[in-house]
């Protein structure tokens, strides 16, 4: 299996040259991602929200199957599937009707892909900054906690800047 398809591929190559804007993202703004991570959430969710019967029934009978499963990127998918899925992938994305899959070996693709890429996400010097942030975290909490101790006014910011805070009280 070669790295000259999908997999094994720098992550900013695949997004120039097979990327979609996608909005399956904790927010609603569009991010460029590589199109196949787009048709495995969009597979995955879809699976969750079916009205057909049949499925409602199996739901009823096994538990839902889709991405609010527990545990779900602990278990491991066919691995005879995963091969063949990937390298259909590696020939052609557009081929593959991801939607035929279970949850399951949907997320052990995506930890494949993950697994494979040539450059990690949290680049070396970013996980650096970010476990530098992180001991930053319990004295930013202490002092907007006295903000709001000392100004009802700030309650709400008080409230919501922990979420904000690692990036605005990075080390430098």
């Given at each position: 299996m070669g790295c000259q398809g999908v997999f094994c591929v720098p992550l900013e190559l695949l997004v120039d040259r097979e990327g979609t804007e996608s909005v399956l993202g904790a927010t609603p703004v569009p991010l460029r991602i590589p199109s196949f991570i787009?048709?495995?959430?969009?597979?995955?969710?879809?699976?969750?929200?079916s009205t057909c019967p049949i499925k409602a029934s199996a739901n009823r009978l096994f538990g839902p199957s889709d991405m609010s499963v527990e545990g779900i990127f602990r278990k491991n998918g066919n691995i005879r599937r995963m091969n063949q899925v990937i390298e259909m992938l590696d020939k052609d994305t557009g081929s593959v009707d991801l939607s035929t899959d279970n949850p399951v070996q949907l997320a052990a693709l995506l930890k494949r892909f993950l697994r494979d890429l040539p450059d990690p996400l949290?680049?070396?010097?970013?996980?650096?900054?970010?476990?530098?942030?992180?001991?930053?975290?319990?004295?930013?909490?202490?002092?907007?906690?006295?903000?709001?101790?000392?100004?009802?006014?700030c309650s709400r910011w008080a409230r919501t800047a922990p979420t904000y805070a690692p990036r605005v009280f990075a080390p430098s």
């Open positions: 787009d048709d495995i959430v969009s597979s995955m969710k879809q699976m969750g929200g949290l680049t070396y010097k970013l996980h650096k900054l970010w476990i530098g942030t992180q001991s930053w975290f319990p004295i930013v909490s202490l002092v907007l906690s006295s903000l709001h101790v000392y100004s009802p006014s």
